[in-house]
């Protein structure tokens, strides 16, 4: 469209000279600049105005939290947070410090454990606000290695020298490879080479002095396997003790896992040793199933877990009071009622009598009640009323009634306009 001398825009019309219609985005396009000709010239957008803070506003960062900040004085929430952090002022209620001028210039002129000590920070917080003022971490002055020390290179091992002068291992290595220096190997003796494998390789490891790295790379040059206290025989003299004492107290004696003794124990038959263990008399086995293992249990003065334990090892049922034979009275009186009523009347549960009764096949139509015959009157009712109002007249549910009229094809009666 284009717009007129009196700015009303009128339709483009299309003739049969133009090469090409007017596609949508060109037509809408024309349609825009047109309606913005006839509404007049565009309005520019206001500046945003800086609002500058004042004494009183920037006192009360801080003293509150900063929503209650900004009610009070007119602003966002955003506005009042990002001018406390940028001036550094820490949240109310939050114990965070923010690093002063004086404690920023100490930061590089020492280790940052050190500085983390004196300023009481942590060395996170130190170490991740020098690398904010991208400053690089104290370098300590090495110290200077003595000719003791360096003749002691070519004679000890690193981790022994390392923890004899205190220094790291790297930089003992450092230095044999710096002098050119050979890595000092001590040689196995025959006594060494003889407990291989007769302990775990950390244990041999301590006893003669050597890493366990060592120990494990000699025992599988020399095929050694690697000791397993499982694969160990057992001798007399070990399975004389067991059940002697605990088998904790076994195990530490003959130099083996608890685990090992109670498992050899059982196989051998040999009753555990305990001092609160008390065998089970003949007395106490003809109660076991004749009452609750709890109550037994309090009565014998024995846990509950004993007794049920002592039951299962006899193949002693729990006690369950309706868990007794059915007799042939009972069984006979099977469907002739509900199942509850003959539950309440053999002292049963009405579970236990509707299995017993799908058990043996027999049916219970007592059970099912007989639908309500319809009669004349409450047939010729049907349709005169609504169905709600007429099932609770007949005292009949709604789905009845309904049913019932649909099956017989009465119409339902016309509602009522209020």
């Not at 966002?76 to 004086?102: E, M, Y």
């Not at 490891?205 to 050694?224: F, G, L, P, W």
Request: hydrophobic share 35%; proline share 7%; glycine share 6%.
């Amino acid at each position: 469209m284009i717009g007129t001398a009196d700015n009303r825009p009128e339709p483009c019309v299309m003739s049969d000279d133009d090469p090409e219609p007017l596609s949508g985005k060109r037509l809408r396009r024309s349609l825009g600049r047109a309606g913005a000709r006839a509404n007049g010239p565009r309005r520019r957008r206001s500046r945003k105005l800086v609002e500058w803070w004042s004494d009183e506003e920037l006192a009360l960062l801080g003293t509150e939290d900063d929503r209650s900040v900004a009610r009070r004085i007119g602003r966002r929430f955003t506005q009042v947070r990002s001018k406390r952090q940028h001036l550094k002022i820490p949240a109310f209620g939050l114990t965070k410090r923010f690093w002063t001028p004086d404690e920023e210039r100490m930061v590089g002129l020492m280790s940052d454990e050190d500085l983390a000590a004196k300023l009481k920070r942590t060395v996170q917080s130190v170490q991740k606000h020098r690398a904010e003022m991208g400053l690089p971490p104290h370098d300590r002055k090495s110290r200077p290695w003595t000719k003791e020390e360096l003749e002691l290179l070519s004679t000890v091992p690193a981790r022994e020298l390392a923890t004899r002068l205190g220094r790291t291992v790297k930089a003992i290595r450092h230095q044999r490879r710096k002098n050119g220096l050979a890595v000092p190997q001590r040689r196995w003796t025959p006594d060494e080479e003889a407990m291989l494998g007769t302990a775990p390789d950390a244990e041999v490891a301590m006893k003669i002095s050597r890493t366990e790295k060592n120990v494990r790379e000699r025992r599988c040059q020399m095929r050694i396997g690697k000791f397993d206290l499982a694969k160990r025989p057992w001798r007399p003299e070990e399975d004389s003790l067991l059940g002697s004492a605990p088998d904790q107290e076994v195990a530490r004696q003959i130099g083996r896992t608890p685990v090992a003794v109670a498992a050899r124990r059982r196989e051998k038959n040999i009753q555990a040793c305990s001092p609160q263990l008390q065998r089970f008399t003949p007395g106490e086995d003809k109660l076991l199933g004749s009452r609750p293992d709890l109550e037994i249990a309090q009565l014998l003065g024995r846990s509950r877990s004993s007794i049920i334990g002592r039951r299962i090892l006899l193949g002693i049922p729990p006690f369950n009071p309706s868990n007794r034979r059915w007799t042939q009275a009972e069984i006979m009186l099977l469907g002739t009622r509900s199942d509850r009523s003959i539950a309440r009347a053999l002292g049963r549960t009405a579970e236990a009598v509707k299995i017993k009764r799908t058990l043996l096949r027999i049916s219970n139509k007592s059970n099912k009640p007989r639908p309500k015959r319809w009669s004349y009157l409450e047939e010729r009712a049907l349709g005169t009323i609504a169905d709600r109002e007429l099932a609770q007249v007949l005292r009949r549910s709604y789905v009845a009634v309904r049913k019932r009229r649909l099956k017989l094809g009465i119409p339902a009666p016309p509602r009522t306009k209020l």
